[in-house]
């Protein structure tokens, strides 16, 4: 669906595609080739859900979520879990993570979402692990799933990827290799990091 238009999105959408319903609902939200128009993307994640199409259905516990409705998001997000949904999972972990504080049902929620091949969970299943909410704690698997998610693009892991091997890394090239992910996840907190290493000469002068 990325590679069709508007019009083309319009047309599936018009003749009851469930799939194409949700994702012009995401184009209409997001304000992608057309104005931002709130009430024309419920309607159609509506009508998405309506359909029993997860993602119709995990994004009206976005707008939930937008809404500080925390309860119908997670109903919404459980919905489209219980349909095999990934991002619903990812949402999970965050409604765990962030408005539970609890991070052991979160890596749970994560966990599945990376299983499912979401790559924005790769890093919080990697963090998850580093901080012993897998009950076991293994840094090199932290690392493995750091590496997963930085080979797939995302800055997140990227940044993580270089922390870990600055911080929780025993390597003897350590430091070099957090620089070189720490670059390249060209955030302000990697450029603060940056700035550590060089203030404490570490791999570098």
Known sequence: FASLSIAQLGVLARSGDAAARCQLGIRYHDGVEVAKDAAAARTLFELAAAQKNACGINNLGNLADEARDYEAAARYYHAAADLGYPGAYYNLGR???????DN???FKWYKAAALRGYVMAYSY????????DDGVGDPWLAEQWYKLGAAAGDKDAMWDLGWFYAHRSDEPDRYHKAMVWLRKAD???????????YAKGLGVP
């Open 104 to 106: 052991v049902e979160a």
């Open 125 to 132: 299943v990697g963090t998850g692990i580093l901080e012993g």
């Open 95 to 101: 409604v765990a993570h962030w408005d539970q504080r």
């Open 187 to 197: 955030c302000a907190c990697s450029y603060y990091e940056i700035g550590r290493l």
